[in-house]
Nanobody, 115 residues
């Protein structure tokens, strides 16, 4: 089965931290990139961070310096989110990019930042 599964969402106060995890299924052998998107109510989906097969990372301007994407030897991908703001509230989706134009998306995990 080809899928990715996210975990680690929750509620946190402004200034707090959360770490999201993304686990690709075993059938996803070597994606060319892993990406985190988010979508807030009434807004378009936004690409938050990505990590290529070679390990290069990229971030949206809105999260630079606060979020860090990484992966471990077991192919799990993480999104460490620090200094969270209310505008970071959204559903966060992990994508595995198998090749250009082909991405597998998880079901998402809710992140809520509120006092």
């Amino acid at each position: 089965q080809v899928q990715v599964v996210e975990s680690g969402g929750g509620s946190v106060q402004p200034g707090g931290s959360l770490r999201l995890s993304c686990t690709p299924s075993g059938s996803i052998v070597s994606p060319i990139a892993m990406l985190w998107y988010r979508q807030a109510p009434g807004k378009e989906r936004e690409l938050v961070a990505s990590i290529s097969k070679e390990g290069s990372t990229d971030y949206a301007d809105s999260v630079k310096g606060r979020f860090t994407i990484s992966r471990d030897n077991a192919r799990k991908v993480y999104l460490q989110m620090n200094s969270l703001k209310p505008e970071d509230t959204a559903i966060y989706y992990c994508h595995a990019r198998l090749r250009a134009g082909i991405e597998i998306r998880g079901q998402g995990t809710q992140v809520t930042v509120s006092s």
